[in-house]
């Protein structure tokens, strides 16, 4: 891959001519009291260690400097409701200290067999691991604190997700988006302590408002209801007061479909083949934000930022992008017991057994060429809107496990870039979206067609043969959820409401798109399918509860007993709201001003863009 040195300062006092967002989207679907490993607990206990930790101590080290980082950070609410959930603050220490212990005990191993470079890599992962420990401490435990310090200190702005990444464009009723939106939102500002701007629609999934069939019968023998029409997704984040969310490419350029991310993250798409193709197209479209077209009140309209194609192949592939580099950890190849790696990649084609010994000082010394080639290609792709009156901005998005737990060095490869930014003058900022939005023009409305950046760019990895019998009874369970919540009667007591509130709790557990993701994909088959079977059968556990309760006005102590099970399970979203789920509820406007008049809405000239 070609690398390249950026500009040498200057005394260019001109102002960034093109600007870079990070947007990071941490996410991992429930699954504290529900497993540990291989699967449950420990992702959440990897994650930590050697993501989110990582990521606060990189944000430490540019606060002290002084370095702009400006991303935008999704902390999805499961997520926020796991980090805060007291068993994770309690296991995650002790899953530290077996890391430690493992790496101790490795140590004395190779220093037995004398195989000295694996002892020394041993010590670098108790180092590792006892920083992490003590950062742990550091934030009084609590991971969320440490992102809150940085959003408020504007190195970082939090941004929320669906309520448990529900895949909104095949959710079955207008209520289930909202609530999955709202439910965001009041979540978001109870541990951030303030609204979001901004939201990562799960999977960058997007539908238009227009008819809808719901694609699958019901599993329980009820009638599918008829077709009707359905709001977009930017009505209901319009709504909630959400000012921007992210799609992928091709739902701005449809000229041009771009490989999956999850598709190139495995190696199959040649960046020569997306860097030729591009050569061909005006790209100045996908470096500025829109408003989104809609039948909705567009005097408070929501905007899109895409996704840049070029830049995200060369992190996203494992096999020609940075984290394909020989020199950098391997993520596969692992010794047990303890579970630590070390071995470099060595070759995207290499065997297992072939596999060399891991150097940390050399990955982190070829981080540094990465990261000046990034930002060279940043470069390029911007510098053609150098002298726009309006200065570009690449948005460049990633699931933020990516670095860190998948890519080892992911984390201060972001820091790198962030400080060749800072010491060279490329006329290209870090920003975030929020504060680009507040300091530019939308570049005008476009209209998009329903799409995701998931494989085949539609909702193939939701809705496909292998995963078709999950909608099945999610839409049921949803139909049945707007039903008694909207005729109320979960109201007149607090046993009432406190069943009612564990039934949406179930709800949106079973509407998370990790099930059928990881159904798809392959990656963890089998326990998604249990999870999503075992929410299942909980929804209908309450809803049996809740229809005795409506009968005799009371409940048996076994079903009180077993209520109690349940919620102590899934405690996720103590105060959640039923009243989201009555039909029709949405969020209010009345007292927001709005963000554009109302002459401009309604006639808007050459500015509108349709893809």
């Known amino acids: 891959m070609t690398k390249a040195t950026p500009k040498a300062p200057s005394s260019n006092n001109m102002g960034p001519a093109g600007f870079l967002t990070f947007t990071l989207h941490a996410h991992l679907p429930y699954v504290v009291n529900h497993g540990t490993w291989p699967h449950g607990m420990e992702w959440l206990h990897e994650a930590a260690a050697e993501t989110y930790l990582p990521l606060l101590r990189m944000l430490k080290n540019l606060e002290r400097d002084n370095v702009r980082f400006n991303c935008n950070l999704n902390l999805s609410p499961i997520l926020l409701e796991q980090l805060s ?8 220490p002790k899953y530290l200290g077996r890391k430690i212990v493992a790496a101790q005990e490795d140590e004395a191993f190779f220093t037995q067999t004398g195989e000295a470079h694996y002892a020394e890599t041993a010590r670098f992962w108790h180092r590792f691991f006892s920083q992490a420990l003590e950062d742990f401490n550091d934030f009084d435990q609590s991971i969320i604190k440490g992102f809150r310090h940085f ?3 504007g190195l970082i702005d939090i941004i929320t997700c669906g309520a448990t990444h529900g895949y909104m464009p095949l959710l079955g009723t207008d209520e289930s988006v909202r609530a999955q939106v709202r439910t965001a939102v009041a979540t978001h500002t109870r541990h951030i302590g303030s609204a979001p701007k901004g939201i990562w629609a799960p999977e960058c999934g997007y539908r238009p408002a227009g008819f809808w069939n719901y694609p699958v019968a019901n599993a329980d023998g009820s009638p599918t ?4 029409d359905r709001i977009g997704v930017e009505q209901a984040l319009s709504e909630s007061g959400i000012e921007f969310f992210f799609v992928d490419t091709h739902l701005v350029e449809e000229s041009h479909r771009v490989p999956s991310p999850y598709e190139l993250l495995n190696g199959g798409v040649p960046i020569d083949e997306i860097s030729e193709e591009m050569t061909h197209h005006d790209y100045r479209r996908l470096y500025q934000p829109y408003y989104v077209d809609g039948p909705y009140d567009k005097r408070y309209a929501t905007t899109i930022f895409p996704r840049d194609p070029r830049t995200g192949v060369q992190v996203w592939s494992g096999d020609s992008g940075y984290p394909g580099d020989g020199t950098y950890l391997d993520f596969h190849k692992k010794r047990w017991p303890g579970g630590h790696r070390y071995w470099r990649v060595t070759g995207s084609k290499v065997d297992m057994g072939d596999k060399q010994p891991y150097y940390p000082k050399e ?6 060429s990465h990261a000046a080639n990034y930002v060279h290609l940043v470069w ?7 002298n726009d009156s309006i200065p570009p901005i690449l948005c460049s998005p990633f699931d933020a496990e990516l670095f860190g737990h998948w890519w080892f060095e992911g984390v201060l490869w972001l820091e790198a870039v962030a400080r060749t930014l800072h010491d060279y003058d490329t006329r290209i900022q870090l920003i975030s979206c929020a504060e ?3 300091r530019y023009p939308r570049a005008g409305f476009i209209a998009m067609h329903e799409g995701s950046w998931g494989a085949e760019g539609n909702n193939h990895v939701w809705m496909n043969p292998e995963t078709s019998w999950t909608y099945t009874h999610i839409y049921p369970a949803e139909l049945y959820t707007r039903e008694v919540c909207t005729a109320g009667s979960w109201r007149d007591s607090a046993l009432g409401k406190r069943i009612m509130q564990q039934l949406c709790r179930e709800l949106l557990l079973l509407e998370s798109s990790d099930w059928q993701f990881l159904i798809t994909t392959g990656a963890a088959r089998d326990y998604a399918e249990i999870r999503f079977l075992t929410h299942n059968d909980q929804f209908n556990e309450v809803k049996a509860i809740w229809q005795a309760f409506e009968s005799n006005g009371s409940i048996t102590t076994a079903q009180e007993s077993r209520l109690a099970e349940i919620e102590h399970r899934d405690s996720v979203f103590p105060d959640i709201d039923p009243g989201l789920w009555i039909a029709g509820a949405h969020e209010s406007r009345e007292s927001r001003p709005a963000k554009i008049p109302a002459e401009a809405t309604e006639a808007r000239g050459p500015n509108t863009a349709t893809a």
């Open 151 to 153: 959003n408020d200190i």
């Open 436 to 438: 680009y939005l507040d």
């Open 380 to 386: 390029e792709a911007l510098q053609s809107g150098f």
């Open 85 to 92: 959930h007291p068993v994770f603050i309690a296991e995650f």
């Open 225 to 228: 209801p008829p077709g009707f």
């Open 363 to 368: 990955a982190a010394e070829r981080v540094k």
